[in-house]
């Protein structure tokens, strides 16, 4: 298994084939891509413990047929990113409207997490960056990588790591030079700016790749 991280954080290097403005499949970029309505995903959600989690706060929305379980000593306004280990997964399998759906998904776990609802503009700010950097790698494996095939979310230690496989075969990096004017291509620098780091795992012999993002806790 490899890993590959194109630039540090800040960096920008040469423009890349597979970035969110320069397609993977010739298809030029749009930020976040509202593809339809929500349809049911199948999820799994793994606790610290392994053991099943219990219920969500009714407030939120959940995507039907999605397991909405959240971990257990998780109440809405705990600690963000507090306890042990937590896993969620999302297959996007004969999915359309994936973008929302991983959106969805993503807000339940964060409310399951203690990031949501949030006590404070800091706290506010961090979920609203983790929708916003869910939404952008959704979009890209749908513009550049034949669709998304799975989510992953996980919290530990006040840092939430996401990661979207697909099928591409190209090197998702930020457009550069990046021009704030120009239609499309911000995706992954977006993801590049608001992240503590990103990354591209390919494992050897299996067909595609999973590419990951962390962001942290305010606090």
């Known amino acids: 298994m490899s890993t590959t991280r194109p630039y540090s954080p800040g960096d920008r290097g040469p423009e890349p084939s597979g970035a969110s403005g320069a397609s993977e499949g010739g298809v030029p970029g749009s930020g976040e891509s509202e593809e339809g309505g929500v349809s049911a995903g199948h999820a799994a959600v793994i606790g610290a413990s392994g053991a099943a989690p219990s219920s969500p706060p009714a407030s939120v929305s959940a995507p039907a047929g999605a397991d909405t379980n959240a971990p257990e000593g998780t109440p809405g306004g705990a600690a963000a990113g507090g306890g042990g ?3 969620r997964r999302l297959s996007f399998d004969d999915q359309s409207g994936v973008v929302p759906l991983a959106r ?3 807000r339940q776990a964060l409310y399951a ?3 949501l609802p949030s006590a404070t503009a800091d706290q506010r700010a961090a979920a609203e960056d983790v929708l916003l950097v869910v ?3 959704v979009t890209n494996a749908c513009l550049h990588a034949e669709g998304p095939e ?3 979310i996980t919290c ?3 840092v939430i790591r996401l990661e979207v496989s697909d099928r591409g075969t190209g090197q998702p990096a930020p457009r550069t030079p990046h021009r704030a004017g120009r ?3 911000h995706g992954m620098f977006i ?3 608001l992240c503590l780091d990103w990354g591209v795992v390919r494992t050897p012999g299996v067909p595609g790749k999973r590419v990951w993002a962390e962001l942290g806790a305010p606090g």
């Open 85 to 87: 280990r937590q896993v």
């Open 104 to 106: 969805d998904f993503t």
């Open 113 to 115: 997490w203690g990031w």
């Open 135 to 137: 939404s952008e790698l």
């Open 150 to 152: 799975e989510l992953s």
């Open 156 to 158: 530990e230690k006040k």
């Open 183 to 185: 239609p499309g291509g």
């Open 191 to 193: 993801v590049q700016r």
